[in-house]
């Protein structure tokens, strides 16, 4: 949780599943809506992240910088190789967020090495379309969350599905730790007080 100093006003929250290996991703929230099968190679350590909340109003960047320290230092705790989740579009028509995600099937899209694949049970919503998606439009309209994985190096899955009980769309988001920017990697260790493994290291 990050929490306002002064007051005690909670301002973000998220929940964290630490899973041994890739292989255990299968059985996490994620799995409901996408074959994660991929994931197994994945030896290490990972970490999902769901339920990732800003309290209305709550525009403060450092809010979100904050967070993501709070993951560095769970990171760092674990040996974790990626952190990854569901990023939720909100409605389920693909038709309000077309921008974005012609801009996340243009350059955002995960290696296929741990891409995850459509489950048979859930219906599939292609990310690409036939125009070229406004980059500017598109990254102003993402949610804060995913916006933060992808200027961390996340990537992406190639559909979306639709979770009529939120009433939200989910996009596969995952993030390799090695692949953070060593800037953007100093900042967290900066903030965290606890370092990150190293890029580059696969730790």
């Known amino acids: 949780m990050v929490e306002e100093a002064a007051t005690g006003r909670l301002a973000c929250c998220f ?9 255990a ?25 769901g339920r990732f909340c800003l309290a209305p109003g709550a525009g403060d960047p450092d809010i979100l910088r904050l967070a993501w320290a709070g993951l560095a230092a769970l990171v760092a705790q674990t040996g974790a190789a990626m952190i990854f989740g569901c990023s939720s579009f909100p409605g389920t028509d693909p038709a309000a967020h077309a921008e974005s995600f012609a801009l996340l099937a243009e350059r ?51 559909h979306a599905v639709a979770d009529p009980d939120l009433g939200t769309l989910h996009v596969f988001t995952g993030l390799e730790i090695a692949a953070i920017p060593p800037r953007r990697a ?3 260790r900066e903030l965290a007080g606890i370092a990150l493994p190293a890029p580059g290291t696969g730790a």
């Open 15 to 23: 929940r964290v599943l630490a899973l041994d290996s890739g292989r």
């Open 25 to 49: 991703a299968c059985g996490g929230y994620a799995a409901q809506f996408y074959d994660l099968a991929p994931l197994a190679a994945i030896r290490a350590p990972v970490l999902e992240l």
């Open 108 to 158: 955002h899209l995960a290696p296929a090495a741990w891409r995850p694949r459509c489950r048979p049970d859930t219906g599939r919503v292609p990310l690409a379309r036939a125009a070229p998606a406004d980059p500017l439009a598109g990254m102003r309209a993402m949610p804060p969350l995913l916006r933060s994985y992808l200027r961390l190096g996340g990537r992406v899955g190639d």
């Open 186 to 188: 100093a900042r967290l």
